[in-house]
């Protein structure tokens, strides 16, 4: 079967190919080489000459501390996808084994549902990341004035002429697609992996409801209470909730750290943007909110799918109750009472074991952000 996981997430796995955040099959040094330069060049120099200007000026403005927050987050983001790409890989190809295939019409809706959920969600964040990197970089390449998109130190003078002053425009540019990248391609893939658990855990809750409706059970003259059938119905089922289960510790290993460097960074920006709100013009407030938006909805993005892998884990036991679990022999409801005492546990992903990834959470940052603001006016 085709790996649903990479069917989902196609043009993330391309486009992060092309930036050497994701290995392909056997990748020889030179990528990961690739993929360092390309990240000391575009993330880390960007914040050097950003933060070398605020220190030779001895000032700063608001978007430069936005920018470096985000773009120091990003830093420690990516590193995971650099040093321990096969690790990603390895999360992204979990579930293209036969035991996790539809096996009937209304395991393949919940699949296709899934799959069209993940590239709506990466088509509508790169499309959105490309917008606003257009409208960041317009403004400087129409200027008659050479004023670049941000203020930052360079070795020499941009405003010679227009080769120069163009050459640096493309450079920043550049970068910022960069940047804008780790979020584009990054934040749709993690946290449409852990819609595609939620999409198992349905297709499994289906498979507990209808454990004596097989197609197996074809071979045993319609009996649908044969005993053999269901009892191997439902040790395929213990079987695929376990590697369930196994899939969301990778998951929380592999990508733990990358959720609470974008957490910690967005955090620090709705700050910095609520200082913003509370001391400039109104009329200059239009940007801080639309930052202040994008960082809200970053945080509510990985809060949302974690809230919705836990409360579909805590529906299991539900759907064990509402299958023919009373007509089934003893072995088969040692089985379910198996499922049951796996599914009492909590699956709350965690940010590198701090921050709880849940809808609480993100009301919680929503309170003290209102709470910063309500004291700065």
């Not at 995971?80 to 992204?92: D, I």
């Not at 019409?105 to 959105?128: N, P, Q, R």
Request: proline share 3%; net charge neutral; with cysteine.
């Amino acid at each position: 079967m085709e790996n649903q996981n990479k069917t989902s997430f196609q043009i993330n796995i391309k486009l992060m190919q092309i930036f050497r955040w994701y290995p392909e099959n056997h990748s020889s040094r030179s990528f990961w080489l690739q993929g360092f330069v390309l990240y000391i060049f575009f993330l880390v120099l960007t914040v050097s000459i950003i933060l070398t200007n605020i220190l030779l000026e001895r000032s700063y403005d608001n978007m430069q501390i936005i920018y470096v927050t985000e773009t120091l987050g990003f830093c420690f983001k990516l590193l995971p996808f650099l040093r321990n790409g096969e690790h990603v890989r390895k999360c992204v190809n979990f579930f293209s084994g036969s035991d996790f295939a539809p096996k009937d019409t209304a395991e393949k809706e919940i699949a296709e549902t899934s799959i069209k959920l993940c590239k709506i969600m990466s088509v509508v964040y790169l499309v959105g990341c490309t917008c606003a990197e257009v409208l960041y970089v317009v403004p400087s390449l129409v200027s008659k004035n050479y004023n670049l998109p941000m203020r930052v130190w360079l070795p020499y003078d941009p405003t010679k002429g227009p080769l120069t002053y163009y050459s640096t425009i493309f450079y920043l540019a550049t970068a910022c697609v960069y940047d804008a990248s780790a979020t584009s391609l990054i934040d749709p893939l993690i946290g449409g992996l852990a819609y595609q658990v939620v999409s198992q855990l349905k297709i499994l809750k289906y498979r507990l409801q209808n454990a004596c409706l097989g197609k197996d059970i074809e071979e045993v003259d319609n009996n649908l209470k044969n005993k053999s059938v269901i009892y191997r119905n439902l040790v395929q089922c213990v079987q695929h909730h376990n590697a369930i289960l196994r899939f969301v510790e990778e998951y929380e290993e592999c990508f733990s750290w990358p959720i609470f460097s974008q957490f910690m960074a967005t955090t620090f920006v709705i700050c910095f943007c609520c200082i913003a709100l509370s001391t400039v013009p109104i009329a200059d407030t239009t940007i801080y909110i639309l930052f202040f938006c994008v960082a809200i909805s970053q945080l509510l993005f990985y809060c949302y799918f974690g809230t919705l892998l836990y409360e579909e884990n805590n529906t299991l036991m539900t759907a064990i109750y509402m299958s023919q679990w009373y007509e089934y022999d003893i072995e088969s409801r040692k089985l379910l009472i198996t499922i049951m005492e796996q599914a009492k546990r909590p699956m709350v992903v965690t940010a590198a074991k701090l921050v709880d990834l849940t809808l609480e959470t993100f009301v919680t940052i929503l309170k003290r952000s209102y709470s910063l603001i309500a004291v700065l006016k």
